[in-house]
């Protein structure tokens, strides 16, 4: 399906409004006229067009102090300016401040429909371009470190969930990053700038656990001396976080069904409801079902938080991931107690490589803090790593395995063999190819000019001209 570009016309005189609308009516676009600086203000507060017609001088306020919001407010539109002849000089001024283009009046149907389609190309270009750039190769995202496929999965599904206010259900062994998943989707989300209150179901006495959730009224129990807020109303307005739900005793998983449903909760020792708006987030390092299946965690409360499920994958499946991740700590840990490592030995690598990791992440890092405490030197070998990693594999081993590269899956649709992604041969291709086709687009929109391609696709010119002269040769 085409996309309708939405483009929006600041324009303070009628007859002129209705001209433009007039030349650009046999255009996809969807258009909206306003005549104040201050209706357009309130419309960009709701909608956000593809493109502006602004004129400079409004009965109100000026264009700049319109286009100087737009750039503070982050917008992601192109503005074009239109100006009278002796304002040349104000409006170059303001494509410097961020304008794309400027127009001067009187403008012709020809001179009109040229600047908007360009645009518009322009910012389709652009989107083609972001969104290559956002959905592959992450190599890191959130607090996250890594870039292999299992969690380049776990990056698009906090892209698509994040917006919403459905439940996310995450799962994966001890130490993956449930929580750090936890806290990219808050991130993510429109309730970015409110709180992220976590609380963690194992770690509490069940006694206790009820208040923690929604609080108490002074005198609600023996110690209860002051009354106190809870988890549910600290994250009103935002996220809360159960960890370890699976942990939570029967009876308060029953109250916190009520409370997702409706929204609305009493503070222990209380006698009236209070209500907060809160999108829930929840982890366990079980299987959801099999706790239900053994009576431990109740059915209608593990449909009622199972709508997006996510599962963070165990660090051994996650390939040179685990380099990444041991690098980034090892340096960090290497400037905060004032020693020079720097990188793993070959041989470390392999082992770090191929260890199977039963704590995850977290156990990785303890490991790497204990080396970089323990030993100093430019790169950790085997046996600065503790027990049980300087003894996972035998020197035939670790020289056997450093002297070949690990191998990363491949997904080529150019052979003729199947392989284990064959199904999706058809539908995906090589980010190379897409990367290309951008480029030779945008080169051809510019008329050849590489320059302005560069420009358009905001890359280095020295990058693009290298890009396609290695392309020249391949061909040649």
Known sequence: MKQTYRVLIIEDSE???????????DEPIELTCLETGQAALDYLQNVTPHLILLDLKLPDMSGEKILQWINEQGLPCSVVVVTSHGSV?????LMRQGAEDFLEKPVSAERLKTTIRNQLERTRLKGL??????????????GFIGSSLPMQNVYRIIDAA????????????????????AEAIHHQSPRTKAPFVALNCGA??????ESEIFGHVKGAFTGASNERKGAATQADGGTLFLDEICEMDLELQKKLLRFIQTGRFQKVGASKEESVDIRFLCATNRDPLQEVSAGRFREDLYYRLHVVPLSMP???????????IATHFLKTYAQEEGKAFSRFTPEAEVVLRHYPWPGNVRQLQNVIRNVVVLNDGDAVSIKQLPPPLNDTLSDQEIKSLAQVSIPEPTYSSTTDEPNDMSPLNDEIRPLCDLEREAIQRAIAHCDGNVLKAAV??????STLYRKKQAWETDEA
């Open 15 to 25: 007859p002129l409004a209705n001209l433009y609308m007039q030349y650009l009516s």
């Open 89 to 93: 000089d104000k409006a170059v001024d």
């Open 129 to 142: 371009v972001d969104d290559i750039q956002s959905s592959f190769e992450r190599n890191a995202y959130q």
């Open 162 to 181: 994040a917006p919403s206010k459905a439940t996310v259900f995450i799962t994966g062994e001890s130490g993956t990053g449930k929580e750090v998943c």
């Open 204 to 209: 509490i006495p069940h006694d206790l656990m």
């Open 314 to 324: 165990p660090l051994r499946d996650r390939g040179d991931d685990i380099l990444a």
């Open 456 to 461: 358009l696709l905001q890359i280095s010119p």
